[in-house]
């Protein structure tokens, strides 16, 4: 794959618009901008991946991209089969096509897995996918060996982190997005949990879905092989490249490619030792959840 | 099936409206009570007279709201309903307002106090279980219900910390009229329900059902208690009544518990349930509050024996101007008592909810767990919650926690299920239904999990 | 969309100096493990109005004071409200409190002290039991220790008096400040507010005067210690605290107490007002004696984008009733209630909050703790109300208790409306005893069961000793330590 010749263009190869399209996009947080103008074009058949250190604003694209209320955007256009994304409510873009796999899965007391998916395929596909769904819902369980139990479980509630990393990619292969943003869906996953998901992603790579897969880290991309690879550092892509980029900061870490930046002439931005919290989403079990089931937190 | 038809005319002080002692006690001959039992409902009239009507500054009534009560204008009973062939026959008001989708152990239909309609399934009758109206029991039942009856919520009702008058309480000894009698013999299982269904369908006279039932030792019983009334008429006072409701469940002994309140939304009215449990009991009680204009709901466990645990469930949805007053009461009285207890209620419009809740530890019932939650969720920014837990804990021995909280849906949740494409209005629904569905989830009998669902989504409403 | 907050991630008011665990370790080696409290000094009082209480004695006590015409009028109608109003049906048992068999004021000594030479030696000497180290009363932004019913000794630091800052006894603050006094007094806390706010507001004497001008930041803690020392005194001292816009102020007071054997009453008042953006943290370390009815009126006002902070902790008195309040008036106020509680046998804690949020985007956190030993006896209640149209405020009420005893009684009793659909607010409590695995782990250590009970319990209650000054953190400790030590009930 001829990456760098692809980079460059401002729609498909073939002259189409790309499926998903980012131009000019800055983001902000309470006022606090964190994403300054970044351009990206994703078509279906292609694997983005997105690298940065922590902090570095990739969790916030991934919000921003699919409409986090929180997330303001400031500038900037995001087009999704030529639809402008940044109109949509969250559940118009999910319906059209795009899906996060959440780094933090939100945990839903009362709401039955089983009956929430039913429900989510029904808003996706419409009535007739009903039909199809449970034999569907069996092959996607074994995919990920996942027990017919988790129909039963109430969304997200009192799964491990492995678990919740399952549910959300078996969210994913039932809905059949045509773009899919991974956000750091390698972390908190021992080895095991982490082949699954890995599997469970490449078994739904096809030319009809393009992927964004972030992370901050090259694990993910042993299992994952991305065509292209873009490196954001201090809200901006700074370096973008093939498959060799990702090898790169592995073996060298981003200090040569900031080095380059700011060779440049260019200002980068960085992030403070440990990460910047202010682009995370809080884990949810650190909110104060006020309807979270009646604890026995006794002593 | 035992009862008895009272064709008896209605004798005329009971036409009248008000309450009287003169009323009471024709109530009792019309009845044809024994005389330990006209003696009970003396001291109910009397306890009646004594005990002050609640106001706006007596303790566990300040969130209360009586202005729905006329009592000079309601009659104390009206007259005793015809027996239908069926279930079927009974009028549509009723009939469909009622889930029989699924089988039962027994149905009892009391309409206006008397039977309308009763049903019990032969082999429950052969294994010596008793289900028949009050009235009936009392007078053919002595042995079983003397120690029984009027004992858990007498006329003079002593509940305990904190004092409650019991005036409404007071009202039902002095008037009860109808309710249902269950015993279940030593070591017998009944799993399928025992169903009590009360609908009063005259609305300007009082409905007053009284209750008891018994699960003896070591034996099981599904029991649901249903309520239900008619709509007052343009301009006519809320439809009113005090039910009561006494339960003993014995040693080893497994009582599952389901009430649901679905009176008119111009019923006002008082339902009183007390559970006492013997050692090693265990009761699993969920209360569904959906009707009426102003209801007082007051569910209080008694863990009386050692090694006793108690689920205690509930949930309320209120819309337009309703009025919850609920109360709960979780007493330890014995060693080793687990309890715990859940009530979850969404409130839209200008719909009010009032929760006090209890857990009171006695003096050496060390090594106790109590717990107790209250969440709220309030739709509308016109309705309001008031929440009151409180714990009076006398023994250092034990486990106690308690939890309340009081907000909107959460956006988080509404968010997440809207990136995986439900639109917005359902995605709330969503969110609402599962606030509901862990108390849901522990009604014992599958089909009217469904049927509970359904009446909340309908009164969740176009969001 | 609603933001959830957990109680537990608010910060501070004031943060915390990370050097302090360190400081409060050496701290601990340096200062003696006495009881402070116990004593009390032949004093003669100058002039008393007897026991007992009548409109004349009110009259009187207003006139000895040379009050302006509108102090005697308000004294005589709160005291007609007192004897019209009934004591709080619920709560503690206050039937024993012989309201004809009580002194409402003694005037110890002529003059005040201007400086700490002219304080009397006796007085000095109650100072050195209740053991004040000498560094520390240097360290003191300004001592204002009441003594009887009258300040006897008092000295503002002159930065504090450069910077407008006015800090001084509330009788003085009434001569010299009428105007201010006369439009903040009683405006928090009318005398109608119950009985013993009448009582306090007849007869009160006393207490603190504290004005902060706009802008002002009061670097140093404004420190006052209280103490009753006379056969069946009252104390009826009245605060009040302003703080004008964009202001900070800190107020600590302490109290102890001798020993008595018969019953005692302090009844007094505070009012706080704090101004648009100004913050008022008011700390009280209680440690009367056990026979003392300790029922306090505590309450304050915010104003727009105002912070107020009670930090409030009952270890003595035989029985305490005081429930610090905010109102929250202003857009983005924030209400901050820290307390603690240690009941031991023959004590009654009867403590808690009130938070009223009657602006949109305020902030309230309630944090309740409380102790209970042998048949020792401690009530928390909270109240927290939202009123409609406070939009986006958010409050957090957290109450735990630890009972160590059998004979231990808790009680909670948590009282939350909303009339507002857009907040949130949640109430968590928990009872418990010592655990057993913990006690385990740390007598597997070494420690012995008092010693490692000892340290769960200041563990357990650390949430409000961090709230607080070093010093005060010590002497808790400590005193804890001296209350396991008391026969077990």
New interface residues.
């Given amino acids: 794959m001829a990456a760098a010749e692809t980079l460059e263009r401002p729609v498909g190869t073939d002259g189409r618009v790309p499926t998903l399209q980012i131009e000019g996009l800055h983001v902000a947080i309470d006022g606090h901008e964190i994403i300054h103008g970044i351009d990206l074009a994703v078509n279906k058949g292609e694997v983005h991946a997105i690298l940065g250190p922590n902090g570095s604003g990739k969790s916030t694209l991934a919000y921003a991209l699919m409409g986090n209320p929180r997330y303001e955007i400031t500038e900037g256009t995001v087009t999704f089969n030529g639809e402008d994304v940044l109109e949509m409510e969250p559940d118009e873009r999910a319906r059209a096509g795009l899906f996060l796999c959440f780094q933090y899965p939100t945990s839903i007391p009362g709401v039955q897995m089983g009956n929430f998916l039913r429900l989510a395929v029904k808003a996706r596909f419409g009535d007739k996918a009903v039909k199809t769904f449970r034999r569907e819902l069996q092959e996607k369980l074994r995919l990920l060996k996942m027990d017919q139990s988790y129909m039963q479980r109430y969304l997200n509630e009192g799964f491990s982190g492995g678990e919740k990393k399952k549910a959300e990619i078996l969210q994913m292969a039932m809905l059949k997005p045509e773009i899919a943003i991974m956000d750091e869906t390698d972390s908190g996953l021992d080895v095991d949990a982490f082949k699954v998901v890995a599997d469970g992603v490449n078994a739904m790579r096809g030319a009809d879905r393009g992927f964004v897969v972030i992370t901050h880290y090259n694990r993910m991309l042993e299992y994952i092989k991305p065509d292209f690879v873009h490196v954001l550092i201090g809200g901006k892509i700074v370096k973008e490249d093939g498959p060799e980029l990702a090898v790169q900061v592995d073996q060298h870490g981003y200090g040569p490619i900031i080095e380059e930046v700011r060779a440049r002439g260019e200002e980068v931005e960085l992030p403070e030792e440990g990460g910047a919290t202010y682009a995370r989403e809080e884990p949810a079990a650190r909110h104060h959840d006020p309807f979270r089931s009646h604890g026995r937190t006794a002593i | 099936m035992t009862t008895l038809v009272r064709t008896t005319e209605l004798p005329a002080t009971l036409l009248e409206a008000g309450f009287s002692e003169a009323a009471s006690r024709a109530l009792g001959e019309w009845r044809d009570d024994p005389d330990w039992v006209r003696a009970l409902r003396a001291h109910g009239w009397e306890a009646w007279e004594d005990i002050p009507m609640p106001g706006k500054t007596t ?1 566990g009534w300040r969130r209360s709201d009586l202005r729905f009560l006329a009592l000079d204008r309601v009659r104390p009973a009206t007259a005793l309903p015809e027996r239908a062939a069926g279930f079927d026959a009974l009028p549509r008001a009723l009939t469909e307002q009622v889930d029989m989708s699924f089988a039962a152990g027994g149905v009892l239909v009391q309409r206006d106090g008397g039977t309308a309609y009763g049903e019990i399934v032969d082999d429950l009758r052969e294994q010596g279980v008793i289900f028949t109206d009050l009235h009936t029991a009392l007078r053919e039942h002595r042995d079983l219900l003397e120690a029984h009856f009027m004992q858990l919520v007498p006329a003079r009702w002593q509940p305990g910390p904190p004092s409650n008058a019991g005036k409404f309480e007071a009202l039902n000894a002095a008037f009860f009229n109808g309710g249902s009698f269950v015993y279940v013999p030593p070591n017998t299982t009944v799993t399928l329900p025992v169903r009590s269904i009360f609908w009063a369908s005259d609305p300007a006279a009082g409905f007053f059902p009284r209750s008891v039932v018994i699960v003896d030792r070591g034996a099981r019983l599904v029991y649901l208690d249903e309520y239900r009334s008619v709509e007052a008429p343009e301009g006519a006072p809320a439809v009113f009544g005090s039910g009561v409701v006494e339960l003993y469940i014995k040693d080893g002994a497994r009582l599952d518990y389901v009430t649901t309140q679905e009176w008119s939304p111009s019923t006002g009215g008082f339902l009183t349930q007390r559970v006492t449990l013997g050692r090693d009991a265990y009761v699993n009680w969920v209360v569904v509050a959906l009707g009426g204009l102003c209801s007082r709901l007051t569910a209080d466990v008694l863990l009386q024996g050692k090694g006793t645990k108690a689920d205690l469930l509930g949930l309320a949805f209120g819309e337009r101007t309703q009025v919850f007053d609920i109360h709960t009461l979780q007493d330890h009285l014995s060693p080793y008592t687990d309890s715990d207890q ?1 009530f979850k209620t969404a409130l839209r419009d200008r719909a009010r909810l009032a929760y006090e809740g209890l857990i009171y530890i006695r ?1 050496g019932s ?1 090594g106790s ?1 109590g ?1 107790q ?1 209250n ?34 849906v ?4 509404v ?10 209005p ?2 709330e629904r ?2 609402i ?6 108390v849901i989830g522990r009604i014992a009998v599958e089909e009217l999990k469904d049927t509970i669902r359904d009446a909340v989504d309908r009164r969740i409403g176009d969001r | 969309m609603a933001t959830t907050i957990d109680i537990r991630e608010l910060p501070p008011a004031v943060s915390v100096d990370p050097n302090r665990e360190r400081m409060l370790r050496e701290a601990e080696k340096e200062l003696p493990l006495e009881y402070r409290a116990g004593w009390h000094d032949e004093l003669k009082p100058i002039f008393t109005t007897g026991k007992g209480l009548d409109r004349d004695i009110v009259e009187t006590i207003s006139k000895m004071k040379g009050e302006l015409e509108w102090m005697t009028e308000i004294r005589v109608k709160a005291y007609e409200h007192f004897l019209e109003r009934k004591l709080p049906a619920w709560g503690a048992d206050l039937a024993q409190i012989n309201f004809d068999d009580i002194y409402y004021y003694i005037k110890p000594t002529e003059a005040q002290g201007k400086t700490w030479e002219e304080v009397p030696e006796e007085i000095k000497n109650t100072f050195d039991k209740l053991g004040i180290p000498e560094a520390e009363r240097k360290f003191l932004a300004g001592v204002s220790a009441q003594y009887e019913s009258e300040v006897v000794y008092h000295s503002i630091r002159e930065d504090l008096e450069k910077q407008g800052v006015i800090f001084t006894d509330m009788d003085s603050g009434l001569r010299e400040h009428p105007e201010i006094v006369k439009k903040y007094f009683g405006k928090v806390i009318p005398y109608k507010d119950n009985k013993l706010a009448a009582l306090n507001t007849a007869v009160w004497s006393g207490g603190s005067f504290v004005y902060v001008p706009k802008g002002v930041h009061v670097q140093i803690p404004l420190q006052a210690y209280f103490r009753i020392n006379a056969k069946n005194a009252g104390q009826f001292e009245r605060t009040l605290i302003i703080a004008e816009e964009g202001s900070f102020v800190h107020y600590i007071e302490g109290c102890t107490a001798p020993i008595w054997s018969e019953d005692s009453l302090h009844s007094a008042v505070v009012e706080l007002i704090a101004m648009k953006d100004a913050t008022i943290r008011y700390t009280t370390v209680q440690n009367w004696s056990n026979n003392v009815y300790n029922l306090v009126t505590k309450r304050a006002i915010a104003y727009e984008g105002a912070t107020v902070a009670w930090i409030d902790g009952n270890l003595g008195s035989k029985v305490t009733m005081k429930y610090p309040s905010i109102y929250l008036l202003g857009k983005g106020a924030k209400a901050e209630i820290v307390s603690a509680a240690f009941a031991n046998s023959g004590q009654t804690q009867d403590a808690g909050g009130k938070v009223w949020h009657c602006a949109p985007e305020t902030t309230s956190t309630i944090t309740s703790k409380s102790v209970t030993k042998g048949t020792g006896r401690a009530e928390f209640r909270g109240w927290i109300k939202i009123y409609k149209g406070c939009r986006d405020s958010v409050s957090a009420m957290r109450c735990d208790a630890m009972l160590l005893d059998k004979e231990c009684y808790s009680g909670t009793t948590p009282v939350i409306e909303v009339d507002e659909e857009k907040v949130a607010l949640g109430h968590e409590a928990t009872v418990s005893k010592v655990g057993e695995e913990e006690l385990f782990y740390l007598m597997s250590r070494g420690l012995t069961e008092r010693e490692a009970i000892t340290q769960i319990v200041n563990g357990f209650i650390e949430p409000f000793t961090k709230e607080l000054p070093m010093e005060y953190a010590v002497e808790l400790n400590k005193l804890i330590a001296l209350q396991m030590d008391a026969a077990v009930g």
């Fill in positions: 303790e859940l003096p060390y767990n717990y939650a969440k709220n969720l309030l739709l509308d920014d016109t309705a309001k919650a008031d929440s009151i837990p409180m714990l009076q804990i006398h023994d250092n021995d034990v486990r106690c926690t308690h939890s309340s909280a009081t907000g909107p959460d956006e988080h949740h968010h997440y299920l809207m990136t995986r494409g439900l639109p917005r359902q995605a969503m969110v239904q599962g606030h509901f569905e862990p």
